[in-house]
């Protein structure tokens, strides 16, 4: 299958995402539990992005399995995205390491200084989430290859800027430092080219990936997409400032319900001291995984997590997954086309 052209007017601005990826085009695609498994990734690497697989609450052993299944689908690069409050961190990192992943993409904290030296004394590019300059410097200093900077648009957990706003603030900083790819409310290709524009080297997207033909959601799962308005892609509540919880956008139903009952049992028992904070945090975190499988993977779109970002708006039908990036890239050729009218 040949590559997707690229006009001598928008190689250019995908240029250095590019070789840093390895991949003909600058697209990341959003590491979503249950979702960003080897069909998704393996399709998103061959049709000319980077694929980036999400390890979630999975053990070593599935991790490698599922790693080695991916490189079987795909030879080109991909990626894999580790939480870092996982308990068995340093494990799947060697396990990256040991299956030879080029690129690790480390999400939801700082691991320990030894796993970073780990990652980077492996030959293992470390890609990191920052939902702010000042972190951003810090990662910078500490080894990140690339940054991915995320904003409240996005679906899943999200941080508490949008996207235009957290751009114009670590895009001028630190684009010349390190390649940044930007995410979040990224559905068109008019948008793509207005962050390459401003110096990202590339951007990450995630809810435009969901309704793709190649994508293992359940059928009832795309539906729910492909009928929600932007509107309905909410943030969850925190019902406590004394327990933070990382905010997470997804479709408004029962399931929004549920994790509000759930938000009161944790806290009731940390206030009791039954559970520590790591702890507490740790039970909702497998809240999410356990209610976003029941909704991708058995279809309860009901009471489950439908993780959406605010795109999902835009998403009208199932299509294959070169026929997405088609239709960003002939986006993006048209808006830079327009301007030399």
């Not at 490189?71 to 494990?91: A, C, S, W, Y």
């Not at 895009?171 to 790819?181: G, K, R, S, T």
């Not at 009928?227 to 406590?240: N, S, V």
């Given at each position: ?66 790693i080695q299944e991916t490189q079987k689908i795909t030879r080109l690069p991909f990626g894999v995205n580790l939480i870092t ?77 949008c996207t235009s706003v957290l751009s114009q603030e670590v895009l001028p900083h630190l684009a010349e430092q390190v390649p ?162």
């Amino acid at each position: 299958m040949s590559d997707i052209n690229l006009s001598s007017r928008l190689k250019p601005l995908m240029q250095r995402g590019c070789d840093f990826l390895g991949t003909h085009l600058a697209i990341m695609g959003g590491a979503m539990s249950w979702i960003s498994e080897r069909h998704l990734v393996g399709a998103i690497s061959n049709a000319g992005g980077f694929g980036v697989l999400a390890c979630g609450s999975m053990d070593p052993a599935l991790l490698r399995a599922e790693i080695q299944e991916t490189q079987k689908i795909t030879r080109l690069p991909f990626g894999v995205n580790l939480i870092t409050m996982h308990p068995q961190l340093d494990e799947l990192i060697d396990v990256c390491l040991e299956v030879k992943v080029s690129h690790i993409v480390l999400a939801g904290g700082i691991p320990s200084a030894p796993a970073i030296k780990r990652i980077k004394e492996g030959g293992t590019k470390l890609i990191w989430f920052t939902p702010a300059l000042s972190l951003g410097k810090r990662l910078v200093k500490m080894g990140a290859d690339a940054l991915v900077i995320e904003g409240m648009e996005a679906g899943g957990h999200i941080g508490p800027v949008c996207t235009s706003v957290l751009s114009q603030e670590v895009l001028p900083h630190l684009a010349e430092q390190v390649p940044i790819f930007v995410a979040g409310g990224i559905g068109r290709g008019e948008t793509m080219v207005s962050y390459l524009e401003m110096g990202a080297a590339g951007v990450q997207l995630g809810t435009l990936f969901v309704c793709a033909k190649e994508c293992i959601a359940h059928a009832n799962f795309k539906k729910a997409f492909i009928r929600a308005p932007a509107r309905d892609a909410i943030p969850t509540t925190q019902l406590d400032p004394r327990f933070p919880v990382i905010p997470v956008r997804a479709l408004v139903n029962e399931g929004t319900k549920l994790f509000l009952e759930k938000q009161r049992e944790v806290i009731a028992q940390f206030d009791t001291s039954k559970l520590s904070k790591e702890e507490a945090q740790l039970e909702i975190e497998k809240f999410w995984a356990g209610a976003l499988r029941s909704a991708v993977i058995d279809g309860d779109t009901k009471n489950g997590s439908v993780m959406a970002g605010q795109i999902v708006g835009l998403i009208k039908e199932e299509l294959p997954v070169r026929e997405i990036l088609e239709n960003l890239i002939g986006q993006s050729e048209q808006s830079l086309l327009h301007r030399e009218l």
